[in-house]
């Protein structure tokens, strides 16, 4: 029996981790030979009475080939493991590497450079705006986004990269068959149609707080880089930002303003060494060697846009942009801006006629100023 057979068998035995399959691989006794799954007693190697039962029945000669049978006729599933040829190569240089993917959709995407998209489930209007935005350059310039089917940040992303017909990989921290949040439903479908999925778990693998961490990882491992758009300080983005780091990857965060909570994670990236992140270009800048033939001209476009729009902005005085830039977290009511600004009703006054007359913002119903 092919020894990656033997690999999934284990890795779908209930309650043997990837930890000591690797362990048993270290130590040579994960082999092709009869012997490794014929009477032993798994006991001996550290395992349960219950676990080696388990073992036992899914390492039969039988069972294996039962197995074999049903996922080389799945027509939807394909299982890879870190044995294949045409397991990531990205990912499995990483620290700590899946032993065993299940993956739904374009699998081409797998070979093709990417950044990881992650930041708060609860994004402010500017977060959105900002996610959307470099989702759609970084695709049209040649990159995948990678992020993790959650509410917020990575949904945005997903969608931006759909949207203008780029790559898009969602991993997910269950089994293919449960689709988490619930409303994600949809997207769920959507990418499987353009995208790819990609999990670690079993089908049948249900939710739990603990799967998420381990869903980072491979998030960051997959990519060239992990860009964190809007986070808080305890915001679970964060933690693929050090997956990335672990994994020796570089790490991108978009500036917020700084009294909101929501920015203040990526604020202490960049504080850290992160680059600071404005617009496609600060990022495809970095992987021009990297970006697939014919994708040069796109990077030389988002580098001039971003020239054009640092020059527009060098048409606001520095009172404009501060105020600018509180509302692209808005929109905000007048009293809003008061607070937030600290300034006097008549300077403020006279900052939003002027961002007005230039054409930045708006005035809404009721005294309510928002970016145009």
């Known amino acids: 029996m092919d020894i990656r057979w033997l690999l999934i068998a284990m890795h779908e035995t209930k309650g043997v981790g990837r930890k000591s399959i690797a362990r048993l691989m270290v130590e040579g006794m994960l082999t092709e030979e009869a012997k490794f799954y014929k009477g032993r007693d798994w006991e001996d190697y550290g395992f349960s009475a219950e676990i080696s039962e388990r073992l036992v029945h899914n390492l039969n000669e039988s069972a294996l080939k039962q197995r074999k049978e049903e996922r080389e006729h799945d027509p939807f599933i394909q299982t890879l493991t870190i044995l294949?040829?045409?397991?990531?190569?990205?990912?499995?240089?990483?620290?700590?590497?899946?032993?065993?993917l299940y993956v739904r959709g374009n699998s081409d995407l797998l070979t093709r450079p990417g950044i990881a998209m992650v930041g708060t489930r609860v994004p402010t209007a500017y977060g959105r705006k900002m996610g959307g935005e470099l989702a759609q350059g970084l695709c049209t310039g040649g990159l995948n986004v990678v992020s993790g089917l959650a509410r917020g940040i990575d949904s945005i992303c997903h969608e931006a990269a759909l949207l203008c017909?780029?790559?898009?990989?969602?991993?997910?921290?269950?089994?293919?068959?449960?689709?988490?949040?619930?409303?994600?439903?949809?997207?769920?479908?959507k990418i499987i149609k353009d995208g790819l999925i990609v999990t670690e778990y079993p089908t049948g693998t249900k939710l739990h707080p603990g799967l998420f961490p381990q869903r980072n990882r491979i998030i960051a491992g997959l990519t060239l880089g992990t860009l964190v758009v809007e986070a808080d300080e305890r915001s679970g983005s964060l933690i693929t930002a050090d997956a990335a780091l672990d994994a020796g990857r570089d790490v991108f965060a978009v500036p917020g303003q700084v009294t909101s909570p929501k920015s203040r994670g990526a604020l202490n990236l960049i504080r850290q060494g992160a680059k600071m992140v404005c617009g496609a270009a600060?990022?495809?800048?970095?992987?021009?060697?990297?970006?697939?033939?014919?994708?040069?001209?796109?990077?030389?476009?988002?580098?001039?846009?971003?020239?054009?729009?640092?020059?527009?902005?060098?048409?606001?005085t520095t009172d404009e942009l501060r105020l600018y830039h509180i509302l692209e977290q808005g929109p905000f009511t007048l009293d809003e801006l008061l607070q937030h600004s600290r300034w006097d009703f008549g300077h403020l006054h006279s900052v939003l006629l002027s961002l007005i007359i230039k054409k930045q913002i708006t005035q809404l119903p009721g005294a309510i100023y928002k970016t145009i």
């Open 84 to 100: 294949d040829s045409s397991y990531p190569a990205l990912l499995k240089e990483s620290p700590d590497p899946p032993l065993v």
């Open 165 to 189: 017909g780029g790559g898009t990989i969602a991993v997910m921290a269950t089994g293919m068959d449960v689709v988490y949040p619930p409303e994600n439903r949809a997207l769920f479908a």
């Open 282 to 316: 600060d990022i495809l800048e970095e992987y021009v060697s990297w970006l697939p033939k014919g994708y040069e001209n796109t990077y030389n476009r988002e580098v001039q846009v971003k020239k054009i729009q640092s020059s527009e902005e060098g048409h606001l």
